[in-house]
């Protein structure tokens, strides 16, 4: 079926490093994505990953897919005060249903 | 390039009224997708078009209707509104068939009173 699941809420110290984790429940997913969302505003794409990679890299931001356990994570290096925000995990199906099934959001805090 | 532009960005109506919202995707996209925000809900998938041709629509009752015009630009319609209909829409364009990068617009708020 289609599940996406977070947790809540994560805070974290000015400087540390975030990890947001997401699970889904339907293997035929084909690329997950994260996007964040700051107050009274729309959904930014932060980075997507397609279901046969690993690992993902860009500046700050990692993500590590382990698909045997349909876990996906977005890992913020050396996190700022403006990371603050909801971070959402979305999968797309395979076949052309062109929508995305959204997680909840987990809410980062970052403290200074 | 300007980014997703959704007009009007905040709205109050009446229960029972209609409503339409309009989206202006990314210039060059052709693909617009529509999705409901509530505190409740979560994020919903309401509708897809690309080329003016639905290609898929979420579990939303017939009250809800979309279009998109030969320029991209696309259309909600929300009739006989119901308080439950109060959240932030949102807009997201792609570029092309597969509409992999869905890019958001900013939502237009409504509050149906």
């Known amino acids: 079926g289609e599940d996406v699941e977070q947790s809540l809420f994560l805070s974290v110290r000015e400087g540390d490093s975030s990890v947001i984790n997401c699970t889904y429940t339907?293997?035929?997913?084909?690329?997950l994505y994260w996007y964040k969302q700051e107050p009274g505003a729309g959904l930014q794409l932060l980075t997507y990953i397609f279901s046969n990679m690993d690992m993902k890299q860009d500046q700050r931001l990692t993500v590590l897919l382990n698909k045997k356990d349909k876990h996906l994570s977005l890992r913020i290096a050396d996190t700022q005060t403006g990371d603050s925000a909801i971070y959402f995990c979305?999968?797309?199906?395979?076949?052309?249903?062109?929508?995305?099934?959204f997680g909840s959001g987990t809410r980062l805090l970052v403290r200074p | 390039k300007a980014g997703v532009t959704q007009t009007p960005r905040y709205l109050i109506k009446t229960r029972g009224q209609q409503v339409t919202l309009s989206c202006s995707p990314i210039s060059g996209h052709r693909s617009v997708s529509w999705y409901q925000q509530t505190p409740g809900q979560g994020l919903q998938f309401l509708f897809e078009y690309f080329s003016e041709t639905q290609r898929n629509k979420g579990n939303f009752p017939g009250r809800f209707s979309g279009r998109q015009f030969s320029n991209s630009r696309s259309e909600m319609n929300v009739s006989t509104l119901e308080l439950g209909d109060s959240a932030l829409y949102l807009c997201?364009?792609?570029?092309?068939?597969?509409?992999?990068?869905?890019?958001f617009g900013p939502g237009t708020r409504l509050t149906v009173t």
């Open positions: 339907d293997s035929s997913s084909t690329y």
């Open positions: 979305a999968e797309r199906l395979k076949g052309s249903s062109y929508k995305l099934i």
């Open positions: 997201a364009s792609s570029y092309g068939a597969e509409a992999y990068e869905q890019y």
